[in-house]
């Protein structure tokens, strides 16, 4: 049998050529984002908005260095877990270079007979890692046997991963001062109304058992990255921000729950969009840099394979 790894994620470009390419293939997907349109207008929809959001968050990307670290903290990422576990592992991405299509061709073409398929994304939506399986089992299914990894919202070393990179920047601080902000990505309020999306109550299931070991510590979670004209989760992180000010909280640790690697969220949106809105707010601002190298998170990972592969 010869067995390997997949990790999939949406993607991010990298460079700024690479921005329209994925905002289209991001909007293009119906599964992700229903914009109420018929199906037929879809990609032309997804077409226009690419070409007008382009322009918009181009600069965005030039204030980060050019393009989104994204895809290079994957690889390095995927490196670290075949070292772990012992498995070729191979990177596909939904919308960006390397292409998850361009990937699975390379997992055949290499006579690979069962793929250990796991998500960058800790909790289960059926807009992220649903949207994963989906392409997995389009591009693979019939021709090689493939075992997902739905969830790892409550895997210890995850766990222990967000503690050990809070503890960091809360060690100094008074807790009757200082309020912890959990910043989750977004999602469209349908996937819990309609699709019963359990998304929200996963985040809220990390975040619970992360603050056990803070007990003394206040905290609450928001959602940030929403797009487009539809209705997305809420409170948003801006909101909180300013709630945590008329609590009269002095510091706010920012941690982003959902994402495991730096990219556009971490260092544009949260770094300097809610920065400067901390700073406006007088709010002593400290936002927990992910480290994703660390052990516990490659301990993560690699020991959902490791289930899978014992099943």
Request: charged share 30%; glycine share 6%.
């Amino acid at each position: 049998m010869k067995e390997a790894v997949l990790i999939t994620y949406m993607g991010a470009p990298s460079k700024t050529e690479e921005i329209k390419p994925f905002l289209y293939r991001l909007f293009a997907d119906r599964d992700l984002i229903n914009f109420g349109v018929p199906p037929f207008l879809q990609k032309p929809l997804a077409y226009l908005i690419a070409t007008f959001r382009t322009p918009k968050v181009k600069p965005q990307y030039e204030a980060i260095g050019g393009g989104s670290p994204l895809v290079a903290n994957s690889l390095e990422q995927a490196e670290l877990i075949e070292k772990e576990t012992g498995l070729k592992t191979f990177v596909g991405m939904l919308y960006s270079e390397p292409l998850l299509e361009k990937t699975a061709r390379k997992i055949t073409e290499n006579g690979f007979n069962r793929i250990y398929h796991v998500t960058l994304y800790p909790q289960f939506s059926y807009g992220t890692v649903g949207a994963c399986i989906r392409d997995v089992e389009r591009l693979l299914k019939g021709k090689i046997e493939v075992k997902h990894v739905r969830s790892w919202t409550l895997n210890p070393n995850y766990i222990q991963w967000i503690r050990e990179l809070l503890k960091g920047e809360l060690s100094s601080l008074n807790p009757e001062e200082t309020a912890v902000l959990f910043s989750a990505h977004s999602l469209p309020k349908y996937f819990v109304k309609e699709k019963k999306d359990p998304y929200p109550k996963e985040v809220e299931s990390t975040v619970k058992e992360v603050m056990k070991a803070f007990p003394q510590f206040s905290y609450r979670i928001s959602y940030q990255s929403k797009v487009g004209p539809i209705e997305w989760l809420e409170p948003s992180t801006e909101e909180e921000l300013h709630r945590i000010k008329e609590r009269g909280f002095k510091n706010v640790v920012v941690f982003p729950i959902s994402f495991v690697s730096e990219h556009i969220e971490t260092l544009y949106e949260l770094d300097i969009e809610y920065g400067q809105v901390a700073k406006d707010l007088r709010l002593n601002y400290k936002r927990v840099k992910l480290d994703h190298r660390h052990p516990f998170l490659i301990r993560a990972i690699s020991g959902e394979i490791d289930k899978l592969r014992k099943e």
